[in-house]
């Protein structure tokens, strides 16, 4: 009998996204997929290693799913760990967390079947740390998607920029993109089953570079993901996001192709990290403050109102009061419809890590502090900006507030609550806003 397996996944799309292509595999390979841990013969957690914090809670969450078969007197289940703390930490693990009999590495996604069996069949540590191979394809099944309209479509995986402090080089491999003929034939066969949306995913979206322009030549662009923004557009999906786009490779010419295709969705996310060049320097962003600015200046100038996005890393080693200012003045002059912000955590085996000057704990609280304070007396004014214009909602579900409303995300990537209890999930509707929340819109249905 093949086992019942339970994925659990932590951090960010790129995971969900190989989540659902893991339990695709799984259970063409006829697994039974469980919605909880309790039922499970194997318990696999996707990690994320982007944060100390983050990768903490996996090794507290494999001790749980131990203990809490210990307490009921059942054997434990086989437990797996995928994605990112999988890969860097590798065999690393199996010592620190006896529990573990998988480990699985973020391009092995396709291979957990034999791994399963492997383990079941008497094998201890059994590890796969290897890359993806030969004729293993993006293949997600929509009963394995986590929304009946909304999809997300990897178009590039890994990351070739090495900023100092970040991991993803090192967990997720080079930058690597997929067709385009295989990524617009996905959205076309998710528009036929009634996706509504989709967003198309990667660490940096806008560094796409296929092997061959074949599926773009018949769309002009001055970069290939500005040609794959125009091709996905012609699908006729109705509602197109992307994230996440990375500063030094944003050309102009991804506002004028959101300009030409109302479906190419009004929200970019550019994550600035900080506004002092020193700091920018020594992350290795590989651009300058005026350099972002720029490229928000084409985004502001824009025949659209495009909604901005970003994330800013708060006490990276070395930040003085003078550096965390000039971040503090770049958000006050971009006007961030939302920012997500970060206090700096160290991650072993990347640059930043072996850098002096720490800022100590305290300081980095204050810090987060005092931008959080000035994001949201900066995003009351945006989002009340919005009250008396309508905005476009794909509704997802009852709102969690009250009955009497329904709650979705707006093109501009706001959540929108409305009174309205007619209207169903997966429908778009027009609503006209008539209240600014801190982080949501509150408005009635328009006819
Ligand atoms: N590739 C995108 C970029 O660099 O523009 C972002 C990808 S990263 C998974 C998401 C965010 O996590 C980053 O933009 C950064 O703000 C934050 N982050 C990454 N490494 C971090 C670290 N070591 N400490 C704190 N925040 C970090």
Redesign the pocket.
């Known amino acids: 009998m093949k086992s019942k397996v339970y994925i659990e996944t932590f951090g960010?799309q790129m995971n969900v996204a190989d989540t659902e292509r893991a339990a695709t595999g799984l259970r063409k390979a006829g697994y039974e997929l469980t919605a909880t841990a309790d039922s499970a013969d194997v318990v696999l957690l996707n990690t994320c290693s982007?944060?100390e914090r983050a990768e903490r809670k996996v090794f507290r969450r494999i001790g749980e799913v131990r203990n809490r078969a210990r307490k009921a007197g059942q054997e434990k289940p086989l437990i797996g760990v995928m994605g990112c703390v999988a890969q860097l930490e590798g065999s690393s693990i199996f010592a620190n967390a006896p529990a573990v009999d998988l480990i699985i590495g973020t391009r092995a996604t396709d291979r957990i079947q034999s791994l399963i069996e492997r383990a079941r069949g008497g094998e201890a540590s059994v590890i796969d740390l290897d890359e993806r191979q030969e004729g293993e394809l993006w293949d997600v099944s929509p009963a394995e998607r986590r929304s009946p309209y909304v999809a997300f479509v990897p178009i590039i995986e890994g990351?070739n920029?090495f900023?100092s402090?970040?991991?993803?080089p090192y967990s997720r491999g080079r930058e690597k993109s997929r067709s385009a003929v295989e990524i617009v034939a996905e959205v076309e066969r998710l528009r036929a089953l009634g996706y509504k949306e989709v967003h198309l995913i990667g660490?940096?979206v806008n560094s796409y570079r296929p092997k061959s322009t074949e599926g773009l030549d018949r769309y002009a662009g001055a970069t290939p993901f500005a040609r794959l923004l125009r091709a996905v557009a012609d699908t006729g999906m109705e509602r197109i996001k992307f994230t996440?786009?990375?500063?030094r490779d944003f050309h102009p010419d991804i506002v004028s192709a959101l300009e030409e295709h109302p479906n190419l969705c009004d929200w970019i996310h550019?994550?600035v990290?900080s506004g002092s060049d020193r700091m920018l320097k020594a992350m290795r962003?590989g651009h300058t403050a005026d350099d972002y600015l720029r490229r928000v200046d084409a985004i502001r100038n824009s025949k659209r109102r495009l909604s901005l996005t970003s994330?800013?890393?708060v006490g990276f080693p070395g930040e003085s009061e003078e550096d965390f200012e000039q971040t503090m003045r770049l958000v006050r002059s971009c006007e961030y419809d939302g920012l997500?912000i970060?206090?700096?955590?160290?991650?072993a085996g990347?640059p930043?890590a072996a850098l002096a000057n720490v800022i100590p704990e305290s300081e980095k609280t204050a810090r987060f502090m005092a931008l959080e304070s000035l994001q949201d007396s900066m995003q009351e004014k945006v989002y009340g900006n919005y009250v008396g214009r309508t905005v476009s909602v794909l509704v997802e579900k009852e709102s969690a507030r009250s009955k009497e409303d329904m709650t979705g995300h707006s093109t501009c990537h706001k959540v929108v609550n409305f009174g309205a209890r007619q209207t169903q999930p997966g429908e778009i509707v027009e609503v006209l806003i008539s209240q600014a929340k801190p982080y949501s819109l509150y408005g009635e249905l328009v006819n």
């Open positions: 960010c982007v944060r990351c920029k900023c402090f970040c991991i993803v660490q940096n996440t786009s990375f500063p550019l994550p990290q962003r994330d800013v890393i997500y970060f206090k700096y955590s160290k991650r990347t930043a």
